[in-house]
Nanobody
Framework: QVQLVESGGGLVQAGGSLRLSCAVS????????MGWFRQAPGKEREFVAA????????DYSDSVKGRFTISRDNAKNTVYLQMNSLKPEDTAVYYC????????????????WGQGTQVTVSS
Protein backbone atom coordinates (compact mmCIF):
# COMPACT_ATOMS: atom_id res chain seq x y z
CA GLN A 1 0.00 0.00 0.00
CA VAL A 2 1.35 3.40 -1.00
CA GLN A 3 0.24 6.46 0.92
CA LEU A 4 1.05 10.07 0.11
CA VAL A 5 0.73 12.92 2.60
CA GLU A 6 1.18 16.54 1.51
CA SER A 7 2.09 19.40 3.81
CA GLY A 8 3.29 22.97 3.63
CA GLY A 9 0.29 24.73 2.20
CA GLY A 10 -1.08 27.95 3.59
CA LEU A 11 -1.90 31.59 2.99
CA VAL A 12 0.74 33.82 1.42
CA GLN A 13 0.82 37.23 -0.21
CA ALA A 14 1.47 37.63 -3.90
CA GLY A 15 5.19 37.51 -4.59
CA GLY A 16 5.82 35.25 -1.63
CA SER A 17 7.06 31.66 -1.44
CA LEU A 18 5.93 28.33 -0.10
CA ARG A 19 7.51 24.89 -0.05
CA LEU A 20 5.23 21.90 -0.31
CA SER A 21 6.34 18.46 0.82
CA CYS A 22 4.90 15.06 0.02
CA ALA A 23 5.90 12.14 2.22
CA VAL A 24 5.42 8.75 0.63
CA SER A 25 5.15 5.45 2.45
CA UNK A 26 6.30 2.26 0.81
CA UNK A 27 9.65 0.92 -0.25
CA UNK A 28 9.06 1.49 -3.96
CA UNK A 29 9.25 5.29 -3.73
CA UNK A 30 12.61 5.55 -5.46
CA UNK A 31 11.21 3.82 -8.54
CA UNK A 32 8.19 6.09 -8.96
CA UNK A 33 7.74 9.11 -11.16
CA MET A 34 6.28 11.82 -8.92
CA GLY A 35 4.00 14.63 -9.96
CA TRP A 36 2.36 17.71 -8.51
CA PHE A 37 -1.10 18.76 -9.66
CA ARG A 38 -3.51 21.47 -8.59
CA GLN A 39 -7.22 22.10 -8.72
CA ALA A 40 -8.89 25.45 -8.30
CA PRO A 41 -12.61 25.77 -7.51
CA GLY A 42 -14.72 25.06 -10.57
CA LYS A 43 -11.74 23.97 -12.63
CA GLU A 44 -10.28 20.65 -13.68
CA ARG A 45 -7.22 19.21 -12.03
CA GLU A 46 -4.15 20.40 -13.90
CA PHE A 47 -0.54 19.32 -14.20
CA VAL A 48 2.03 21.47 -12.40
CA ALA A 49 5.33 19.57 -12.37
CA ALA A 50 6.81 16.10 -12.41
CA UNK A 51 10.13 14.42 -11.72
CA UNK A 52 11.63 11.12 -12.76
CA UNK A 53 12.64 8.43 -10.29
CA UNK A 54 16.28 9.52 -10.43
CA UNK A 55 15.52 13.21 -10.11
CA UNK A 56 17.41 13.95 -13.30
CA UNK A 57 14.37 14.57 -15.47
CA UNK A 58 11.78 17.23 -14.69
CA ASP A 59 8.83 18.80 -16.48
CA TYR A 60 6.81 21.93 -15.72
CA SER A 61 3.65 23.50 -16.99
CA ASP A 62 4.18 26.77 -18.82
CA SER A 63 2.30 28.63 -16.10
CA VAL A 64 4.83 27.75 -13.39
CA LYS A 65 8.06 27.30 -15.34
CA GLY A 66 10.78 29.52 -13.90
CA ARG A 67 8.90 30.05 -10.63
CA PHE A 68 8.41 26.52 -9.25
CA THR A 69 11.01 23.81 -8.68
CA ILE A 70 10.29 20.14 -8.09
CA SER A 71 12.84 17.97 -6.31
CA ARG A 72 13.00 14.71 -4.43
CA ASP A 73 14.98 13.01 -1.69
CA ASN A 74 14.78 9.26 -2.17
CA ALA A 75 16.48 8.64 1.16
CA LYS A 76 13.60 10.45 2.87
CA ASN A 77 10.82 9.19 0.58
CA THR A 78 9.83 12.80 0.00
CA VAL A 79 9.14 15.00 -2.98
CA TYR A 80 9.10 18.80 -2.77
CA LEU A 81 7.63 21.70 -4.68
CA GLN A 82 9.35 25.02 -4.07
CA MET A 83 7.00 27.79 -5.18
CA ASN A 84 8.38 31.30 -5.64
CA SER A 85 6.89 34.52 -6.98
CA LEU A 86 3.43 33.25 -6.19
CA LYS A 87 0.45 34.79 -7.93
CA PRO A 88 -3.24 34.85 -6.97
CA GLU A 89 -3.93 32.51 -9.89
CA ASP A 90 -1.77 29.89 -8.17
CA THR A 91 -4.49 29.52 -5.53
CA ALA A 92 -5.67 25.91 -5.52
CA VAL A 93 -5.54 22.61 -3.71
CA TYR A 94 -2.21 21.02 -4.54
CA TYR A 95 -1.90 17.26 -4.84
CA CYS A 96 1.10 14.99 -5.20
CA UNK A 97 0.81 11.77 -7.12
CA UNK A 98 2.91 8.74 -8.01
CA UNK A 99 3.16 6.41 -10.96
CA UNK A 100 5.57 3.96 -12.49
CA UNK A 101 7.73 5.45 -15.25
CA UNK A 102 7.66 7.11 -17.71
CA UNK A 103 7.07 10.74 -16.79
CA UNK A 104 3.77 12.01 -18.21
CA UNK A 105 1.47 14.94 -17.56
CA UNK A 106 -1.92 13.28 -17.64
CA UNK A 107 -3.43 12.98 -14.16
CA UNK A 108 -5.42 9.91 -15.19
CA UNK A 109 -2.16 7.98 -15.52
CA UNK A 110 -1.09 8.54 -11.93
CA UNK A 111 -2.10 5.68 -9.66
CA UNK A 112 -1.51 7.00 -6.16
CA TRP A 113 -2.70 10.35 -4.79
CA GLY A 114 -2.43 12.37 -1.64
CA GLN A 115 -5.31 14.17 0.04
CA GLY A 116 -4.15 17.62 -1.06
CA THR A 117 -3.00 20.79 0.66
CA GLN A 118 -4.56 24.22 0.20
CA VAL A 119 -2.48 27.08 -1.16
CA THR A 120 -4.04 30.53 -1.09
CA VAL A 121 -2.28 33.55 -2.57
CA SER A 122 -3.72 36.94 -1.69
CA SER A 123 -3.31 39.99 -3.92
Amino acid sequence: QVQLVESGGGLVQAGGSLRLSCAVSGRMFSSYTMGWFRQAPGKEREFVAAITWSGVGTDYSDSVKGRFTISRDNAKNTVYLQMNSLKPEDTAVYYCAAKIPPLVRGPDQYRYWGQGTQVTVSS
